[in-house]
């Protein structure tokens, strides 16, 4: 049974930019947590933190209950990270990268395809995959990573900016597949300026603010406290702007 992922008291500075300070979060197994902030709030640092890009300064950061410092490979075991900018191969097709993933993962290359062949479906990428990804769009490339990402069934997901440049009928796919994730027991963070998409699906709303988590928990009970009878993205609003020295 998946614990989901926990950060305590998780601090991170460049130089003398304080990035994050004391950020205590927790996406329990079974939802979703939306992740808001304007720019610079420390949204992208707190991803790549999780996603074991950057060593947090303090703190520590458990996925299904494992120290990622203590622990990292098996850690990173259970996540699958999707980047805001999909990185792929350029000489290979999305099939040959799917497979060079699957079998980095440990997958039997008859499983490896075998997965491929059913996210590659639900994202409907057959027409594609087996063309060169330097061909691709930035929403083509955006559906195999998503695939990519599904292959290993992972038990914590972790998204910064999951719907930039997808068309609409692939943002209802990939809400749907991120719903299905979660009603299956998985615990997902993403990171994301489309609040008002987002809210449909989201659980827990976190709010972050020069550094500091400013508001966090379920969405009905956030946005009850800051604004009663609003919308999570009035909420945020209310929040962010209310903490901004710059706005009038």
Known sequence: MSSGLVLEGVSKSYGKKEALRD???????????????????GKTTTIKLV???????????????????QAPLEAKRRLSY?????????KLTGREFLRFVGRL???????????IGLWGERFE?????????????????????????????????????PLVGLDPHTIRTALGVLRERA????????????????????????ILQDGRLVEEG?????????????????AFFDLTERRDPGVP
Request: proline share 7%.
């Open 183 to 206: 009603e299956a027991g998985g615990a997902i963070l993403i990171s994301s300026h489309s609040i008002q998409v987002l809210e449909g699906i989201a659980d827990r709303a976190g």
């Open 125 to 161: 990428a057959g027409a594609f995959l087996d063309t060169l990804t330097e061909s691709y769009s930035h929403g083509m490339k955006q559906r195999v990573v998503f695939c990519a990402a599904l292959l290993r069934d992972p038990t914590v997901l972790v998204i910064d900016e």
């Open 82 to 90: 999707i980047p805001d900018e999909p990185y792929l191969y350029d």
């Open 105 to 115: 993962q440990g997958l039997a290359d008859a499983e490896s395809d075998r997965r």
């Open 218 to 234: 379920p969405v009905a009970e956030v946005v009850g406290r800051v604004r009663p009878g609003g919308t999570l993205e009035e």
């Open 23 to 41: 950020l205590t979060l927790r996406v329990p197994p079974g939802t979703i947590t939306v992740f808001l902030g304007p720019n610079g709030a």
């Open 51 to 69: 996603a074991g890009l950057l060593r947090p300064d303090a703190g520590r950061i458990r996925v299904d209950g494992i120290d990622l410092s």
